[in-house]
């Protein structure tokens, strides 16, 4: 079977098209999503609808998923003196008010983690990791960390996002963790959208790789300063800017 998973796709729709079009060129049989639908994007509702009606869907609650769910208007206050946190929370005030309710109940009714079985294979599904939900697990972290953040699931295959920084971990509890990188905000120097296909061939065997797919970041530059709200430019910069 051949799984496509994706996280972090924040609003842009022209990366989420294309990352579905690579699963079709792939032939994806089923999706797994770790969240952060649609905040400090362009366009929230189409993310957020286009990926409920995906077939054969998994789906978790990210963290920014959770800040649309739990909105407070204070957020400026206490996000301003952190990196890049007065143009999200700018971002975060925007998106509520366009964020149709469906859309936002659909968000608050998705589990932070999920764990299942496929193939023989046990697999955890989470944002940041197992044991909460906006925690950063970067391709430097040491691997004895990464144990620590890891060490609450009996899964041996583990997928998460947050960061937004494609990388992987093969720990010696034997368990294998992939970060799948961002969909609609890529922080790697390449900024194409990233996504993992996973290959299984029953018996607990399996594949794993990441595939980056391009798209046109400018446009989406474009779009993201149409909406206008304060900050927007320094938000559409992170799609094409390397720093």
Request: hydrophobic letters at 35%.
């Amino acid at each position: 079977m051949k799984i496509g998973i994706i996280s972090d796709i924040h609003g842009n729709s022209l990366a989420l098209d294309a990352v579905l079009e690579g699963f079709k060129k792939n032939g994806v049989e089923r999706v797994f999503c770790l969240g952060d639908l649609a905040m400090a994007g362009y366009d929230p509702n189409y993310t957020i609808e286009t990926i409920k009606n995906i077939p054969n869907l998994e789906i978790i609650q990210g963290n920014t998923d959770k800040m649309i769910v739990e909105f407070d208007p204070e957020i400026i206050n206490r996000v301003k003196d952190i990196p890049h946190g007065a143009y999200m929370a700018h971002a975060l005030i925007d998106d509520v008010k366009i964020t149709k309710k469906e859309n936002v109940e659909f968000l608050a009714s998705l589990p932070e983690t999920k764990e299942l079985e496929l193939d023989d294979i046990k697999i955890c599904l989470c944002h940041g990791t197992p044991r909460r939900q906006n925690e950063n697990m970067f391709p430097d972290t040491p691997v004895n960390t990464v144990e620590e953040m890891v060490a609450g699931t009996n899964a041996n295959l583990i997928f998460n996002g947050h960061t937004h920084l494609p990388c992987g971990f093969q720990l010696n509890s034997n368990k294998t963790v992939v970060n799948v990188g961002s969909v609609g905000r890529p922080m790697q120097e390449d900024k194409r959208p990233v996504y993992v296909l996973l290959e299984t061939f029953g018996e607990g065997k399996f594949q794993l790789t990441h595939h980056f797919v391009q798209y046109d970041n400018k446009k989406a530059y474009d779009k993201i300063i149409e909406r206008k709200f304060p900050e927007c430019e320094e938000l559409a910069n992170m799609l094409i800017r390397t720093k």
